[in-house]
């Protein structure tokens, strides 16, 4: 069996030893452990009973640095060497943040790195370094309770975080010491922890607002494969705003609009906070400014936040629409973030999606919690007879592209169950069938993959080349069976393939492909150049033939005729030569011979267009 099996109780040597396993919510603003006692999954606190740990890191010249609300103090006054919210910069390059890098109170170091490093006094550290501090510090709590070392992990990452944000988690986890079963996403998390991967299907919505930012997931559950449909919401939206608006209330009630006293301003946004986390639970809250003593009601709090809940009641319907799935198809309502308390804002989720949102596990743990029940079933602590295997793709899984070229779909490693859905297009125009060849290997081109299968979406609209959006999904369930799909988008016309992935390929074999592909990673590039370049050569010839059967008798002269034809042999010549370079250069000759006659041709299809019609029309 090829899929890495990690544990199989049923033949441990040890049945009855326990695993210490944990979840780990890796927060913005804070981060949780949480690990599974007796059936139920728990949040570990520290010494002071806080289980909360702000994600803040204070770097020291000559100890190590200090994490948590221990760091907190040093906000405001070494705020250089303070960091909070490096999760927005894990897995980001110099390119991706330009516009918020100026925005950050650090130094960041001139390096050639194209990873972001900051200036602290401890010296420069990146945003999984600084993460790993975060890792740790939960991996000792962890571990001081449990009295034991922590077997593995499950860490939590956003939904939409893409496969450089998660290496970086990864890569973090690493430098904590910390051994990571998998990578969970945030709302498939709080999902398991409601128990709902127990479903046999259905679409879940997760409802995440937090003190700063808002998401929200629309996830498909399919036999235990939780594919993501829709991510959304909004990275400036979270429970700051419902102080901000409360605060903003209290000036214009003690006609104050115009101070810019900042440690009035402190104040008032700390009294808000308090006053608004209190109408969670009363009917209203005394508030006080100066002079000016005041009563916050429900009604008005509720006019006063109406716009920011409405916000994200937009990002909701945007989210469902880019999921193409409708109010009344979600099963479930899982409500994440210590802003789904307040009673107005379940209210109104409740009334947008038309049922109950799942408010019963603590909105601050439910994310760790979920890590942790999943942990605990990877870690295989989990009753005998169970299937207990932590599974990853041995090799990548794709399809074959033009050319003879291999596009991954899913990459080796990955845990599953998964599911990875990707668009393809037709290369002909009138295409109607699409061959879907499904290979696995780590390799470019289809000689060095190994086939897995095949099979052809028939049925497609007959429209121009690359039009058609053709959907292919590749779902690995738990026991690593591959299921391949294919849709077109505005028909809808399926087909698909069943496959075991993992049968038929020894460990040695896994291994002799991965060293292959190794082995020959610069020429794998190469000939994908190759390859990539005589496709597009392929192309260019059609592309001309059928312009030339159209319309070169009524559009050119025989000399004309002939140089293009003369262009059009010389691209096909250099077409059977394995050279990228003698391809290109002959398939821009023959661009630059066409050029007259390509111009031609648009002149035409507008003088066409337009017959019949008056110039004012257009
Ligand atoms: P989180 O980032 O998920 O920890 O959420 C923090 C936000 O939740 C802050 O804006 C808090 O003010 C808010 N919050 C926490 N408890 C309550 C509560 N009981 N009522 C309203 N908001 C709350």
């Known amino acids: 069996m090829a899929l890495l099996q990690i544990s199989e109780p049923g033949m441990s040597t040890a049945p009855h030893q326990r695993q210490l396993a944990a979840g780990i919510d890796l927060g913005t603003t804070n981060s949780l452990i ?42 405001a006054n070494d705020s250089e060497n303070t960091l909070s919210s490096v999760k927005r910069l894990l897995g980001r390059g110099k390119n991706d943040l330009k516009t918020l890098l100026g925005t950050l109170p650090y130094v960041f170091a001139d390096t050639d790195s194209m990873v972001p490093r900051i200036k602290t006094v401890a010296g420069e550290v990146s945003a999984i370094e600084a993460s790993a501090e975060i890792l740790r510090v939960l991996k000792q709590r962890a571990e001081a309770i449990l009295g034991d070392e922590l077997s593995g992990v499950v860490i939590t990452v956003p939904a939409y975080f893409d496969e450089a944000q998660r290496q970086a988690t990864r890569d973090a986890a690493k430098l904590a010491d910390l051994n990571v079963f998998r990578l969970l996403n945030e709302p498939t998390a709080a999902a398991v922890a409601y128990g709902l991967d127990k479903k046999e299907e259905g679409v879940i919505a997760v409802y995440d607002l937090g003190g700063g930012t808002f998401d929200i997931s629309i996830l498909r559950l399919n ?16 429970g700051d705003d419902f102080d901000h608006v409360i605060a903003e209330w209290v000036l214009a009630q003690a006609g104050l609009t115009h101070t810019d006293d900042k440690d009035l301003l402190r104040q008032l946004s700390v ?20 002079n000016w003593q005041g009563v916050l009601d429900q009604a008005t709090f509720q006019q006063l936040v109406e716009p920011l809940v409405k916000k994200t009641l937009k990002s909701c319907r945007r989210a469902l629409r880019d999921a193409e799935i409708s109010k009344n198809e979600i099963m479930d309502v899982v409500m994440v973030g210590g802003s789904t308390r307040m009673p107005y804002v379940r209210r109104r989720v409740g009334e947008f999606f038309e049922r109950p949102p799942l408010i019963d596990i603590d909105p601050d743990r439910v994310v760790a919690l979920g890590a942790a029940y ?33 596009e991954k779909v899913i990459s080796r490693n990955t845990t599953i169950p998964v599911a990875r859905a990707q668009e393809f297009t037709t290369y002909k125009d009138g295409q109607t069938a699409m061959s879907i060849h499904i290979l696995q290997g780590e390799r470019d081109t289809v000689e060095t993959n190994r086939s897995l299968g095949k099979f052809i979406l028939r049925g497609i609209p007959p429209l121009s080349a690359g039009v058609a959006r053709i959907k292919v999904t590749f779902q690995v369930d738990a026991d690593g069976l591959l299921n391949v799909s294919a849709e077109e988008a505005s028909t809808g016309i399926k087909a698909q393939i069943e496959i075991k992935p993992s049968y038929g390929l020894t460990d040695n074999e896994i291994e002799t492909m991965l060293r292959e592909s190794m082995e020959n990673a610069q020429g794998d590039m190469e000939l994908r150049r190759l390859r990539e370049v005589q496709v597009e050569a392929d192309r260019v010839l059609e592309a001309l033939d059928a312009a030339m059967q159209t319309d070169a008798d009524a559009l050119l002269d025989n000399i004309e005729k002939e140089c293009l034809l003369e262009a059009r042999q010389r691209l096909l010549e250099a077409r059977q030569q394995d050279n990228h370079d003698v391809i290109t250069n002959a398939m821009k000759a023959l661009e630059k011979t066409a050029e007259f006659y390509v111009e031609r041709r648009m002149n035409l299809s507008i003088k066409t267009a337009m017959s019949g019609h008056n110039v004012d029309e257009f």
Do not use: C, W
């Open 271 to 290: 009294a808000a906070r308090i006053a608004k986390e209190a109408l969670s639970d009363s009917a209203e809250a005394t508030l006080s400014l100066g």
């Open 374 to 406: 999943q942990a605990d079933v990877l870690a295989g602590n989990k009753p005998d007879g169970e299937m207990l295997l932590l599974d990853v793709i041995p090799l990548s899984l794709g399809i074959e592209m033009m050319g003879g070229l291999v």
């Open 34 to 75: 949480a690990t599974v006692r007796s059936g139920q999954a728990e949040t570990l606190s520290d010494l002071n009973g806080q289980h909360l740990l702000p994600s803040v890191i204070h770097y020291h010249a000559d100890k190590a640095p200090v994490v948590g609300h221990d760091a907190y103090q040093y906000m």
């Open 223 to 238: 036999k235990g494969v939780f594919e993501v449909l829709a991510t959304g919401g909004n990275s400036a939206l979270g």
